[in-house]
Each structure stands twice: as C-alpha cells, then as structure tokens.
C-alpha cells in the first residue's frame, strides 16, 4: 500500500534553533517528492520538489534531502522564525498513472516559540 | 504570490442547502483538482479534471459534483450540505508540461454546516 509517514507529529523549538523534519514512503514506482508549507487556514505552498536522481535541494532556510533507497527524505530548517510555526507536508507522486497521483503525509506541525 | 483563486474563505450554512465553492486560476493549467482536509488530517483527493468537459472522481468518495466548462474555472457543488460536509476544501492546479513544477493550491474554503 503507498503511504507517507511523517515524524515527529508535533514540534515546539525556539526562535533561532534548527530542526530536522522526517518523511518516510513506500510510494512506488516513486516520481518525485515535495515539501509544502502550510499556515493554519491556508493552502499549501510549495517549499521544494524533488525527482528520483536529485539528493538535496535548498529554498533559502530550507533544505530537503532525498535517499531514494532508502525512501526516506528530510526537511532541514536553519535558524528558525516565528513565522516559520506552521504544518509541513511531505507528498510523494508515483509514475503509476496519467494523473501522477499525489500521497500526502499528515504534516508535522512545527511552533516556534520567542 | 497565488494565482488560484478561492470564494469564500468561510463559509457558515444550514443544513440541506444548496452552495457551490469557487475555484479559479489564472495560469492556464489543464489539470485542476479538489481536496478535503481535516483538521490535523492529510489531504483527500474528492475530484479532478484534465481539462474542459473532463471531470472524474477522486480517492474519497463525496457526494459533491464538479464541472468544467472554462479551463479557469472548476467550481464545486453540494446540492444539499449536512455536517458532516463540514471540512476545508483546498482547489489546486497543475501543468505537467512545466519541468520541476509542483501544484499550486489555493487558499482553501473553510465550510462549517450547522
């Protein structure tokens, strides 16, 4: 069965640490993988996208990582901000059909904390 | 800055009311698509479409219907809302053709019915 499980669920730092977000997925055959922000009451706004032969991939404080063999990716997050509190979403697409359909983790929610 | 567009943000009704949620963008993409999202839950495909007269059902069953007459426009209808219709709805789009691209989401209706 194709699932994307992310860890931790939750997560309190403080403003300036860093963090280390985790995704695990059995989505085969794989495509790509994205990390999506999302703020309470949005939608999701796209971090980074990743295909099958790409192994890191940054976006200002954000820097994903992606082993493909072992399928298992990571969302680093550099000297946290405030406004950086908000639900990460790992989604996995296979190559399975036209659609490319889309496996989405249940985010971890992040809180930064002053 | 989005340029898919969702009316209304929150949206409060009756039960067996009939509403529509509106989804639009601007970008040209074929594919277009609907979610639900619950609270703390991940992201339910309800509905997608390829392009103009195209409309299909997605992973989780709903009794709400599409249509796509404009390739802008993909407006979602429930003819008669109960609470358990209560949920967010997310509206995305996609163009396949654009290399590395991700979708791109709107920012959600937030339907409580009472």
């Known amino acids: 069965k194709n699932q994307v499980e992310q860890s931790p669920q939750s997560l309190i730092i403080l403003e300036g640490k860093n963090c280390t977000l985790q995704c695990n997925y059995t989505v085969s055959p794989f495509s790509n993988l994205r990390w999506y922000k999302q703020d309470t009451g949005r939608g999701p706004v796209s971090l980074t996208i990743?295909?099958?032969?790409?192994n890191t991939k940054s976006n200002g404080r954000y820097t994903a990582t992606l082993d493909a063999d072992t399928k298992q990716s990571s969302l680093h997050i550099t000297a946290s901000q405030l406004s950086d509190s908000a639900s990460y979403i790992c989604v996995v697409s296979d190559r399975g059909s036209t659609l490319g359909r889309l496996y989405f983790g249940r985010g971890t929610q992040l809180t930064v904390w002053p | 800055e989005a340029d898919i567009y969702q009316t209304p943000r929150y949206l409060v009704i009756g039960t067996g009311k009939k509403i529509t949620l509106e989804c639009s963008q601007t970008?040209?993409?074929?594919?277009m698509y609907w979610y639900q999202q619950d609270p703390g839950m991940e992201l339910h495909l309800i509905h997608y479409s390829y392009g103009v007269n195209s409309t299909e059902k997605g992973d989780l069953s709903s009794e709400s219907t599409v249509s796509r007459i404009r390739t802008e426009h993909f407006p979602l209808t429930l003819e008669s809302a109960r609470p358990s219709h209560t949920s967010q709805y997310l509206c995305a789009s996609s163009d396949p053709l654009e290399v590395g691209s991700g979708y791109t989401f709107g920012s959600g209706t937030r339907l409580t019915v009472v």
């Open positions: 970008m040209g993409h074929d594919k």
């Open positions: 990743m295909t099958f032969s790409e």
